[in-house]
T-cell receptor
Framework: GAVVSQHPSRVICKSGTSVKIECRSL??????MFWYRQFPKQSLMLMAT?????????EQGVEKDKFLINHASLTLSTLTVTSAHPEDSSFYIC?????????????FGPGTRLTVL | GQNIDQPTEMTATEGAIVQINCTYQ??????LFWYQQHAGEAPTFLSY??LDGLEEKGRFSSFLSRSKGYSYLLLKELQMKDSASYLC??????????WGAGTKLIIKP
């Protein structure tokens, strides 16, 4: 099956620093990648959708200048949390869609747990 | 508006059968997904239905009725490792997944 990796799996940082999270599709080309955030005991919240080579589409209420998304290739998307604050502490999960033509499944990365002190 | 409804929590006994229901209202429809999510982990794909009917895959089956905007996930021969949250998601006309809040399934011995 299709595999999506995320790095790092965990990160602890000081308030005010920036954190970059990488999402890679390992064995297929991801035409679209999605970034989600999940707070404890809550459902997934879509932050943004990115297509390779174009600007990301952000969901309402998500600050595009704070959450920078780059989808530079068909196998890599990055999310940078700029000037992170404690309220940004969350579980960030990427997913990728592509692979078999006509199949709509999204494949999820293992997630990145961000803790901002 | 778009909406996905599923129960917040369910409890079942090891070895038994449990059915988790999901109703959906989305702008357009391109399929219904079920994912399993263990605490602290990312969701993993369980099933995808786009046509009416029952899809069976081992101990897990998923049913869809497009006319009723209804799906269920059926888990048989429950095992302790099945304790997890089960997420229902409908894919809308823009191929975006609209997620339910998830059903936390507790399995008791």
């Amino acid at each position: 099956g299709a595999v999506v990796s995320q790095h790092p799996s965990r990160v602890i940082c000081k308030s005010g620093t920036s954190v970059k999270i990488e999402c890679r599709s390992l064995d297929f080309q991801a035409t679209t990648m999605f970034w989600y955030r999940q707070f404890p005991k809550q459902s997934l919240m879509l932050m943004a959708t990115s297509n390779e080579g174009s600007k990301a589409t952000y969901e309402q209420g998500v600050e595009k200048d704070k959450f920078l998304i780059n989808h530079a290739s068909l196998t890599l998307s990055t999310l940078t949390v700029t000037s992170a604050h404690p309220e940004d502490s969350s579980f960030y999960i990427c997913s990728a869609r592509g692979g078999r033509e006509g199949y709509n499944e999204q494949f999820f990365g293992p997630g990145t747990r961000l803790t901002v002190l | 508006g778009q909406n996905i409804d599923q129960p917040t929590e369910m409890t079942a006994t090891e070895g038994a059968i449990v059915q988790i229901n999901c109703t959906y209202q989305t702008s357009g429809f391109n399929g219904l997904f079920w994912y399993q999510q263990h605490a602290g982990e990312a969701p993993t794909f369980l099933s995808y239905n786009v046509l009416d009917g029952l899809e069976e895959k081992g101990r897990f089956s998923s049913f869809l009725s497009r006319s009723k905007g209804y799906s269920y996930l059926l888990l048989k021969e429950l095992q302790m490792k099945d304790s997890a949250s089960y997420l229902c998601a409908s894919m809308d006309s823009n191929y975006q997944l609209i997620w339910g809040a998830g059903t936390k399934l507790i399995i008791k011995p």
